[in-house]
């Protein structure tokens, strides 16, 4: 239903808040399904465990995610005049359906890729350092060859691109 990271540990979406703080899983026709029983709204007819609350009565939205992690409250805001996206305020038509605006959705799905940011780039260190091991077995494997094969320590430290002493002290011990 929402946003998944590369390695699918995350996985986020722009949530309504009910005036109680708890936030939404899903809606339906009637409004906002939340978990849990307050006892203050009526239950949803196709799940026992969640409640409807109106779409009039939700006060703003934030970003959830199945790790956990929740982003900062945008307030809803009671008229046009109201809105002010720079300090985290929107308006929503008590009318309508109590979804975020897409602009708002929109900086949710910012803060949640900034929240995912450090698991991304370290996708790509433990990819290069893969390769870096993989490539290090086969220098390995390569060295051993050249020597078996009658090149001297100097001729290898060449190859390598580093001295004699430093190959044989690389090496010599795997022979
Ligand atoms: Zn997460």
Sequence with gaps: MGWVSTDNEHEGWAACVAPDGRLSASSSGEGMLFRGISGRYKRDK???DYEVVPDAEIVGW???CVCG???EMWERVISRADADFNHRRDYVSPEDSAHA???VEDAIHDEWKAHIGPSEALLGVEAAA???NQAGH?????VAAA???GASWADIGRAV???RQSAHERWADKQ
């Design 101 to 103: 605006s897409l602009k």
């Design 62 to 64: 934030r970003g959830q």
């Design 69 to 71: 992690w929740q982003g």
């Design 138 to 142: 086969r220098l390995d494997k390569t």
């Design 130 to 132: 893969r390769e870096y």
């Design 161 to 163: 691109g580093i001295s």
């Design 46 to 48: 196709m799940m026992p």
């Design 147 to 149: 020597k078996a094969a």
